[in-house]
């Protein structure tokens, strides 16, 4: 079974530019997450798809970030205009069921540099 | 609120010893508590789940964590490092709408 695959692995930008990251969750998963992983840190939860509808984007900065799913399979992150403090690794993750406590597989991420 | 504190950022052991990476958590009520590993260049992982089944839960890779509330306490052990063990643990509480809360992560270094 194929895992969750995410690209590009790595992008570096400047600050106020443009970025967008691409996540192909597992085959038949309905539920998918995107994270947010500071150096240092525990992944923080973006937003969380199920299938196409979004579930929870509270912790989303709606001002710059954006993602959707549209046919509710992959899914596309997007910053605009990126910060400094966007540096990170972002995460995808899918899962079959709804809750985040059901087991969630990752992709391997997404390590964002903006300069 | 719910939080957790993963004790130390960095554990280093040598291969063949006893692992121990520490978590306590606090919550109002009983949460569903979780590690997850994260190998360099690779996804995160789930070890184990603590759902209020078995206090003493059982992992993949010879993981085990005890689950002991009069010490609000869920750590992570295993009888024999292996260097293939070598990566970063992170102990993840649920909050009462089941999001997930996590903790800084522990480096576990192993010497050969």
């Known amino acids: 079974e194929a895992g969750v695959a995410q690209s590009p692995r790595y992008k570096i930008i400047e600050k106020r530019q443009s970025v967008a990251f691409w996540c192909n969750p597992i085959?038949?998963?309905?539920?998918l997450y995107w994270y947010q992983q500071i150096l240092g840190q525990g992944p923080k939860l973006l937003i969380q798809?199920?299938?196409?509808?979004?579930?929870?984007d509270s912790q989303l900065p709606k001002d710059r970030f954006s993602a959707e799913r549209l046919k509710g399979v992959d899914s596309t992150l997007k910053i605009q205009p990126a910060k400094l403090e966007d540096s990170a690794v972002y995460l995808c993750?899918?899962?079959?069921?709804?809750?985040?406590?059901?087991?969630?597989?990752f992709g391997p991420g997404t390590r964002l540099t903006v300069l | 609120a719910q939080s957790v504190t993963q004790l130390d950022s960095h554990v280093s052991v040598s291969e063949g010893t006893p692992v121990l990476l520490r978590c306590n958590y606090s919550?109002?009520?009983?949460?569903?508590l979780f590690w997850y590993v994260q190998h360099p260049n690779k996804g995160l992982q789930l070890l184990l789940k603590y759902t209020s089944a078995a206090t003493l839960v059982k992992g993949i890779n010879g993981f085990e964590a005890e689950f002991k509330k009069s010490e609000t306490s869920f750590h992570l052990t295993k009888p024999s490092a292996h260097m293939s063990d070598a990566a970063e643990y992170f102990c993840?509480?649920?909050?009462?709408?089941?999001?997930?809360?996590w903790g800084a992560g522990t480096k576990l270094i192993i010497k050969p």
């Open positions: 085959s038949g998963h309905a539920t």
């Open positions: 993750a899918s899962s079959t069921n709804p809750l985040p406590t059901d087991t969630q597989y």
């Open positions: 993840v509480v649920s909050d009462s709408n089941y999001q997930l809360i």
């Open positions: 919550s109002s009520y009983s949460p569903s």
């Open positions: 798809f199920q299938n196409n509808g979004v579930v929870d």
